[in-house]
C-alpha cells in the first residue's frame, strides 16, 4: 500500500477508529505491511477499556468460548513475542508474568465442564504455592496462563506506533464513515473530515455509533480495585475465585475485580463494591487487612449479543470492522491484529472467521 495525495487533502491508506490496544497492535501489524496509518480516537489514545482490563491473558477451555478457543490459544502462544517486541521498541516494560493461575471453582465446575485434566491439578499444596493464602479445604486447580499490565502494555504500543511513524488525532470523535458510490472514502468527526481508502472500526463500547451500519455493542462496565502489597511478592499467582480475582503486578499492586454491569455508559464506582472487593480479599489473603488502597476506577467492555467479537469485512468495500472482545481485548490483541491486517491487505488470514462476521447480527 502506498499513501494518497491531492493537492489540498493527504489521506493515508488505513484509518483506524479506536486508539485502544485493538487498534494500536492492528496498526502496528499494518505498519509492518508499508501502510500510512492515521489513528483516530474520541478521547486519549489507549485510556478507555484497556486502561482498565485486569490482564489476564485466560486460555482455558473451562472459560473460553468454543469458538473462540482457537483464535484465544494462538493469542496467547503469541505473546511472548509480542511483548517483547514492544518492550524492546519502546523501551516499556509491559510486565508479562507466567506463575500461573489458581483457580477455586464453584463447587460443581469441574465435573461437569469440559477441559479439566491432570494437567490442571495443582503442582504442589496450597501452602507451598501461595503461603500468605487463608487455609481453607475448597478445591482447587492451576492454570498455566500469563497475565501482562494492560496500561503498560498499551503505553509500550503507542510508543511503537509513534516511533513507526503512525499518525494520531485524538479528543474527536468520529460521528460517520463518508462514502462515494458506495465505497469508502475516508471518516467524518465532529471537527474536521480525514481521507482515506479504508477505515477499521475499533472503536469499543462505541462502535454502535459510527455508520453508515450499526453494530450491536454495548458497554459492559466493570469495576475494580488496587491495593499495594507488602511485600510487593506476597502473591505470585493470579487468583480466581466464584467472587473475585486477584492479580498480582510486579511492582507491588494487586488488582481486585472485577464486575460485569450493564449500566450504560456510566464508569463510576460504587463504594460498597469497593468494600465488598476489599473484604474479599482480606479473607483470601489476611496479610491484606494492612494493605493501603491505591485506586479504584470502572471500565467498559465492548459487549455483543452473542458475547463474540466482530471481526472482518463488512458489505459497505473498505469498511472493516474489529471490536465487541468483550473481556478479551489485552489477550486477543495480537491475533486480532494479524487476521486483520491479512484480510486488510487481501490475504488468507489463516482462520475461519465465520463465526465472529459482521453479517450474523444483519
Known sequence: MSPLYNAKVKSWDVIIVGGGIIGLSLTIALRKRGATILVVERGEPGREASHAAGGMLVDCPLETHAALQPL??????????????????????????????????????????????LTNLLPATLTELEPSLAATDQAAFYLKERSVDPRALTAAALKTAKNRGVDFSSGDP?????????HV?????????????????????????????????????????????????????????????????????????????????????????MQRFHHVAISLVPQLREAKILEDW?????????????????????????????????????????????????????????????????
Not at 174 to 182: E, G, K, M, P, R
Not at 238 to 265: C, H, K, Q
Open 72 to 117: 484465544a490459544t494462538a493469542s496467547a502462544k503469541m505473546y511472548p513475542e509480542f511483548a517483547r517486541e514492544l518492550h524492546l521498541e519502546s523501551g516499556i516494560n509491559v510486565d508479562l508474568r507466567d506463575y500461573g493461575t489458581i483457580v477455586f471453582p464453584p463447587a460443581d465446575e469441574l465435573h461437569e465442564r469440559p477441559g479439566f485434566t
Open 185 to 273: 472514502t475516508g471518516v467524518t468527526t465532529t471537527k474536521t473530515s480525514f481521507a482515506a481508502e479504508r477505515v477499521v472500526n475499533c472503536a469499543g463500547a462505541w462502535s454502535s455509533q459510527i455508520g453508515p451500519q450499526s453494530f450491536p455493542t454495548r458497554p459492559v462496565k466493570g469495576q475494580m480495585l488496587c491495593l499495594a502489597m507488602h511485600p510487593r511478592n506476597l502473591l505470585k499467582h493470579v487468583i480466581r475465585t466464584p467472587n473475585v480475582y486477584l492479580i498480582p503486578r510486579s511492582d507491588g499492586r494487586l488488582l481486585v475485580g472485577a464486575t460485569v454491569e450493564e449500566a450504560g455508559f456510566d464508569k463510576r464506582t460504587d463504594p460498597a463494591t
Open 174 to 182: 468520529v460521528t460517520a464513515v463518508n462514502l462515494s458510490d458506495s
Open 298 to 362: 470502572a471500565g467498559l467492555r465492548p459487549g455483543t449479543p452473542d458475547n463474540l467479537p466482530i471481526l472482518g469485512a463488512t458489505e459497505t468495500p473498505g469498511y472493516y470492522v474489529a471490536t465487541g472482545h468483550f473481556r478479551d481485548g489485552i489477550l486477543l490483541a495480537p491475533i486480532t491484529a494479524a487476521v486483520m491486517a491479512a484480510l486488510i491487505a487481501g490475504k488468507d488470514p489463516d482462520f475461519d472467521l465465520a463465526a465472529f462476521s459482521p453479517a450474523r447480527f444483519v
